[in-house]
């Protein structure tokens, strides 16, 4: 389970014009909430929490003016065509505790290549210790036939991890391919073109 710690700085102007004014200068406004805690609103340095999230439900260290609270990435909004940060809430967690995630899982092994394979799910819920959240699960995909699923419940966990999606939630299927037989049609000619060809020569041996 990946922990980065990331200095923040507590937001001092709120409202739309200060959240463009603190992206222009390469932060992202953020709120950590939780444990019965008074939301604090801070802004991220924008370079480092996006390196950061690209690991699967990090933790991260949250370091503001000298104290570190334990967060979990909760809500992520991102700007609609460049994809950057606007804003992150991040969730308190403690050491110990048990919190709801999604994990991605991953596939390998060899299926049926007559097969197509369909990703249904690309994540299941689980239930796990806050500092032990897998990054992702691996589903073996060995010897699935054309036509058939693996469900949520195929996928091994370790020990101390419960599954809460349901255990008959389809993560992949692999499809069978359609055979499609084309049919060549036959069109016989009409009755009046067939006896009309005769007739045509004639008149061309007579000429």
């Known amino acids: 389970m990946a922990e980065i710690s ?7 102007e709120f409202g739309k014009g200060a959240s463009r004014r603190a992206r222009r200068e390469g932060q992202v406004p ?19 929490l996006g390196v950061a999230l690209k690991t699967s439900n990090v933790l991260l260290d949250i370091v503001v003016d000298g104290k570190t609270e334990l967060t979990l990435p909760k809500s992520i909004v991102r700007h609609p065509i460049k994809l950057t ?53 691996e589903l073996d995909l060995t010897g699935l036939a054309a036509g058939l699923s693996l469900y949520a419940g195929d996928v091994k966990l370790p020990a101390g991890v419960e599954l809460i999606s349901d255990p008959k939630m389809i993560v992949v299927h692999l499809s069978e391919r359609s055979t499609v037989v084309e049919e060549v049609a036959v069109v016989a000619p009409a009755e009046g073109d067939v006896a009309a060809a005769p007739v045509a020569d004639a008149e061309k041996k007579d000429a």
């Open 6 to 12: 990331i200095n923040g700085v507590r937001r001092t």
């Open 30 to 48: 953020a709120v950590i909430y939780g444990h019965g805690e008074k939301p604090s609103h801070i802004n991220l340095p924008a370079r480092e």
């Open 85 to 137: 940060i606007d804003h992150i809430d991040l969730v308190i967690v403690r050491r110990g505790e048990k919190v709801t995630v999604s994990v991605p899982v991953h596939t390998f092994g060899e299926h049926d290549r007559d097969g197509i394979l369909e990703h249904v799910h690309h994540t299941i819920e689980i239930e796990t210790e806050a500092t032990s959240i897998p990054s992702f699960f």
